[in-house]
């Protein structure tokens, strides 16, 4: 069975970073793309970074472009984002999510196209 699981979220001041992690069991990494989504309190989930199977290409949100970096090690079977400078917006529960295939970065799939999704890791951000 395909699972998904972060790890990383965590309570930090306006300004620190955090780096969440992917790890997938039951099935090899390098099948998927996986996407991050967020979903801050009291709003609908929103799409964060997405990072294609093969060759690596990503999307990010504007709200995040130049603060936040994906990335994937598929020998080591997880997808990290890496998040700086937060902000207390950034506060949200933060999930990943997979999808067989290649994605189109320019044109990201929406979150109903994706077939995995972890359990969500908490990111607070205080000022």
């Known amino acids: 069975q395909v699972q998904f699981v972060e790890s990383g979220g965590d309570s930090v001041r306006t300004g620190d970073s955090l780096r969440l992690s992917c790890e997938a069991s039951?099935?090899?990494?390098?099948?998927?793309?996986v996407g991050w989504f967020r979903q801050p309190p009291g709003k609908e989930r929103e799409m964060v970074s997405c990072?294609?199977?093969?060759?690596?290409?990503?999307f990010y949100a504007d709200s995040v472009k130049g603060r936040f970096t994906i990335s994937r090690d598929d020998a080591k079977n997880t997808v990290y984002l890496q998040m700086n400078s937060l902000k207390p917006e950034d506060t949200a529960v933060y999930y990943c999510?997979?999808?067989?295939?290649?994605?189109?970065?320019?044109?990201?799939?929406?979150?109903?196209?994706?077939?995995?999704w972890g359990q969500g890791t908490q990111v607070t951000v205080s000022s």
């Open positions: 990072i294609t199977m093969s060759d690596g290409k990503s």
């Open positions: 039951g099935s090899i990494l390098e099948q998927f793309s």
């Open positions: 999510a997979a999808r067989l295939g290649l994605v189109r970065v320019r044109d990201p799939p929406p979150e109903t196209e994706y077939d995995y």
